[in-house]
């Protein structure tokens, strides 16, 4: 979505076009609608035009719809990749599992927690909001597989469930604050460490 | 909370006490409201007693007030507490780990994603929260002790990151659907089998 560009071709004053100015505006008004407690079948263009200061048309010149504007809105929430330096697979595996669950966003710890559950009961969302997520998921599959190829990690690993080890304590300790007995900070680095060697006695 | 008894001492008709009828519709009401959307904050005893069709007398006969209330309700979606046989840790593990974030009410799925982070926001409410779930934690501690204890684990295990690698893969899995290519009947065995192997070459 975000290599769509304005069809609007009017005159534009130096500095930001005006495009842009408007897309953030809209953006910034679903994301601020979402924290303010709008579940995504209330979320109306109508609601978002009005919040903007803009025209419906503004937004259906930018984005096919509702749907496609809430996914733009939800993979600005996550901000930019993070980007493994690609030397030792342990450090890489600790800067993407610190980086789970971490939004540029304050907003982000209101609208997600259960913004997901609704996302996931329409197909079509599931399969959008999916989109967001695997490039990151993909980040981290690339590690294990480079591992494994450099012969740092068993060969016989199963890549999807060894990333759900190292995603899943981080996302329940940052989304829900799990275990009081937990430090966010030490966490990722005891993550990886303890699924690196396993915890059966040898 | 569940030992609390009603302080009414009404002559009762035979079968079921009629103050357990009335706690239960009590109970019901509460989960049917959240399950409709209504956050904690919205929650209130009168519209509580409306729902379950009692007097708010009744309630406070009963529970001190909305938190304790809405704690046995949320004590209620998850049923009883999963038994580990005791012989094998690999067995009481992947018991343990079965049972996360399986609820035995329909209306968890649309209560516990929303409640979960409104419950965080107040310290009052974590503490109750975290009383619910500590048993649960609590048999999961046990057993991996007593895999330390057994010489099946390592002695220098640390416990509490165990657990949140042994609880988070199901609950993100369970609760957000978090990977479509896991597959969360076999996942109980495959992620307690690789945090006791560990990833790592030898």
Redesign the interface.
């Known amino acids: 979505m975000s290599d769509m560009t304005s069809t609007a071709d009017a005159p534009r004053s130096p500095g930001r076009p005006r495009s842009t100015r408007a897309d953030e505006a809209i953006i910034e008004a679903t994301l601020d609608l979402l924290a303010e407690g709008s579940t995504i079948e209330a979320l109306s263009i109508e609601a978002i035009a009005a919040r903007a200061g803009v025209g419906k048309a503004t937004i259906y010149r930018r984005w096919s719809g509702k749907d496609t504007l809430l996914m733009d809105a939800l993979r600005r929430l996550k901000g930019i990749l993070p980007q493994p330096a690609g030397h030792s697979v342990r450090d890489d595996l600790i800067l993407l599992v610190g980086a789970i669950g971490r939004n540029v966003d304050p907003r982000a710890?209101?609208i997600m927690?259960?913004l997901?559950?609704e996302v996931?009961r329409s197909p079509d969302h599931?399969r959008l909001y999916?989109n967001i997520i695997a490039p990151r998921?993909q980040l981290m599959r690339e590690v294990l597989a480079r591992?494994v190829a450099e012969?740092?990690?068993?060969?016989d690993?199963?890549v999807?469930?060894?990333?759900?080890?190292l995603?899943?304590?981080?996302?329940?300790?940052r989304?829900?604050?799990?275990?009081?007995?937990?430090n966010e900070h030490t966490?990722p680095e005891?993550?990886v460490d303890?699924?690196?060697?396993?915890?059966?006695?040898?």
Chains 1, 2 share one sequence.
């Open positions: 710890e209101k927690p259960c997901v559950p996931n599931y999916q998921r591992g012969g740092v990690l068993r060969p690993l199963d999807e469930v060894t990333m759900a080890l995603t899943g304590p981080m996302l329940i300790q989304v829900l604050q799990w275990n009081p007995e937990l966490l005891q993550v303890t699924v690196l060697a396993g915890i059966q006695a040898r």
